[in-house]
């Protein structure tokens, strides 16, 4: 680990720790302010799609951007404005002048931001390590993103907001700082970088396009989503992740809801159930490569399929703790497992220069499938109960997981490998 962790890697690995933390000290503080602003899940769950939103509007054209720029850059200069925006937030929560459209804007502008940072961010790392040294690397980049985001973050979030409502969201603001600080400190590196050294920083190769010889963005942004949709296995872990996040997402926009009503948790123990599945994500981090060595991708795809199922059917009908606490513990475990097979399948098979541009369709299926959930969460809670969406996300999973069961094979991965070819 000691070989493993160093030089501009070790750096990467620091700001996304540090930008995840304090993304989790506000994903704790966020729905909390929102909570003492209205009890309207519709208006709560509102907050979570405006954050959201932006991977519907912008996400392909940041993937373009990313392509096109140091990713380096991209990434630190996005921070730099994000702790802008936690900075101004903050200082409206300190005078008491917070209110839903600041909240709303606030949350708005990081989701922006974070179509370009976490796609640069997914981009970048290929030309940080080598080929053998992706899965490990992004294991242990969605570890540490794990632990700050959601077992360090959350808690700390919420004992902050109790303390002094402000607090998180300057801390967040400082943390937005300190990553800045250390992407920059990066080596530049071409956006269509393909070499790498045998110490798994990259080499400087010539720049191998120039401005003059790219399409038009839109051109770029149909030759990303023609490449996407036309290699197998990624079309399928596409869509499948934009339909489970679609559930997800509908049952998040209502956590701090069904937290409060359901299980009794104050704005502590509300950060503390978020931080539980923390533990799974580090338990999914160490064994993530062994498990794949042993059973396979596609084993570890399906079982996520129904971990997630199950997850949804166990919320629903609990009002325990702990009994809520352990199922978020197998969820983390999943979620880590799955993040990290699909994006090294996705970081191995794309050419570097379109890195940016798939990672944008991706994360369009993805995210965007979030924000229509968390948008239907809080409309189905209100009309049918806080219970409501834990429901319809068990029989929607359900669903999906009996249809795309057959495809999770070892061969249809395997045969998704190969990218169909296009007319030119």
Not at 68 to 82: E, F, H, P
Not at 96 to 119: E, K, Q, R
Not at 187 to 201: A, L, N, Q
Not at 357 to 384: H, K
Request: overall charge positive; proline content about 5%.
């Amino acid at each position: 680990m000691a070989a493993f962790l160093k030089g501009d890697y070790a750096r990467l690995w620091l700001a996304s720790g540090m930008s995840s933390l304090g993304d989790g000290v506000t994903v704790a503080a966020g729905p909390l302010l929102m909570a003492t602003i209205s009890r309207n899940p519709a208006v709560v769950a509102g907050a979570v799609f405006a954050q959201q939103l932006p991977w519907l509007l912008f996400s392909l054209f940041s993937g373009v951007f990313v392509d096109r720029v140091d990713r380096r850059l991209v990434v630190g200069a996005v921070s730099v404005l994000r702790a802008v925006v936690m900075t101004v937030l903050a200082v409206l929560v300190w005078r008491g002048w917070a209110s839903i459209p600041a909240v709303y804007a606030a949350v708005f502008l990081l989701g922006v931001g974070a179509t370009l940072a976490d796609n640069a961010g997914q981009a970048l790392l290929p030309s940080v390590v080598s080929s053998e040294e992706l899965p490990k690397a992004n294991a242990w980049l969605s570890g540490i993103r794990m632990v700050c985001n959601q077992f360090a973050g959350p808690p700390l979030g919420g004992w902050m907001f109790v303390f002094a409502a402000a607090l998180p969201f300057g801390t967040d603001a400082a943390c937005f700082v300190l990553a800045a600080v250390l992407v920059l400190s990066l080596r530049p590196r071409p956006s269509h970088s393909h070499s790498h050294s045998p110490g798994g920083d990259a080499a400087e190769p010539a720049p191998d396009a120039t401005p003059a010889a790219r399409g038009t963005v839109w051109q770029e942004i149909a030759e990303g989503l023609r490449w996407l949709w036309q290699h197998k296995a990624m079309r399928m872990l596409a869509v499948t992740m934009g339909l489970m996040n679609l559930t997800y997402g509908g049952i998040f926009a209502v956590y701090v809801l069904w937290a409060r009503e359901r299980l009794g948790l104050t704005g502590a123990g509300y950060g503390l159930l978020l931080a539980v599945s923390a533990v799974g994500g580090v338990i999914g981090t160490v064994s993530v490569s062994g498990l794949e060595a042993r059973f396979g991708s596609a084993a570890l795809l399906r079982a996520g399929l129904l971990i997630e199922t199950l997850s949804h059917l166990v919320l629903a009908v609990t009002r325990a703790p702990w009994i809520a606490a352990l199922t978020l513990v197998f969820f983390g475990a999943h979620a880590t497992i799955w993040g990290v097979v699909g994006v090294t399948l996705r970081q191995r098979v794309t050419p570097s220069e379109m890195l940016g541009r798939i990672n944008s369709v991706y994360m369009l299926f993805s995210m965007g499938g979030a924000a229509i959930g968390s948008l239907l969460g809080g409309v189905i809670a209100r009309s049918f109960g806080i219970t409501a969406p834990f429901w319809v996300g068990f029989v929607a999973m359900t669903v999906m997981t009996a249809l795309v069961w057959r495809l999770m094979t070892p061969a249809k991965l395997a045969a998704g490998r190969e990218p169909v070819a296009t007319a030119v």
